[in-house]
């Protein structure tokens, strides 16, 4: 299991930004993600979704691409607008076959979301310009730790580092945004947010 400590932040400009990022980070390529979140029986454990099935198209910046269909389960934290979440990923093929067995299970698909956008990554960070539908744009910043090596120093370094490179790019920091995608979705608030 790894765990990923994260932040998101509102982009205004997002053409500037990806300037920006090409001239800091090196592009890896685009992508687009097409994700469906799946919901268990009332009062089980997956009744709060944790459980993510994403079918993602990669182009390259060789000029090769790529698709793939990851399914991820999550347990998520917010920290002073950071996240931290353990996770376990693993591609399945095909995919009709594994949503079969979600639903042979008790699982039923739920809320979606498309993310279309680049991938930069500059040392251990990688940084996506991402599009979601009906949200905006934002900037993720992410760092991967071994779960072994999560703990309060772990954290507090790795957000300083995060801190301090969306900072080098220029967003402020008032853009962050602590919510998850799927709260941001599901209220109604999203709509008129301009951000």
Do not use: Q
Not at 51 to 71: H, I, M, P, Q, Y
Not at 79 to 87: S, T
Not at 152 to 169: C, G, P, Q, S, Y
């Amino acid at each position: 299991m790894v765990t990923e400590i994260e932040l998101k932040a509102h982009v205004r400009d997002s053409e500037a930004l990806k300037k920006t990022l090409s001239e800091k980070a090196e592009l890896k390529g685009a992508f687009e993600k097409r994700d469906v979140y799946w919901f268990g029986p009332e009062n089980s454990d997956l009744t709060v979704t944790k459980l993510r099935v994403r079918k993602e198209k990669r182009s390259f910046a060789d000029g090769t691409e790529s698709s793939l269909c990851l399914v991820t389960y999550k347990s998520k934290e917010e920290n002073k607008g950071i996240e931290i979440n353990e996770e376990l990923e693993f591609e399945v093929e095909p995919v009709e076959a594994f949503e079969e067995f979600l639903k042979k299970a008790g699982l039923k698909p739920g809320a979606g979301k498309i993310k279309r956008g680049w991938v930069f990554v500059k040392e251990r960070i990688t940084a996506e310009l991402v599009e979601v539908d009906t949200l905006g744009w934002f900037i993720e910043l992410e760092i991967l730790v071994g779960a072994k090596d999560k703990n309060e120093e772990t954290i507090t370094k790795t957000r300083e580092t995060l801190l301090a490179f969306l900072d080098d790019l220029g967003v402020e920091r008032e853009a962050i945004e602590s919510r998850f995608y799927l709260d941001l979705l599901s209220s109604a608030d999203h709509k008129t947010d301009d951000r």
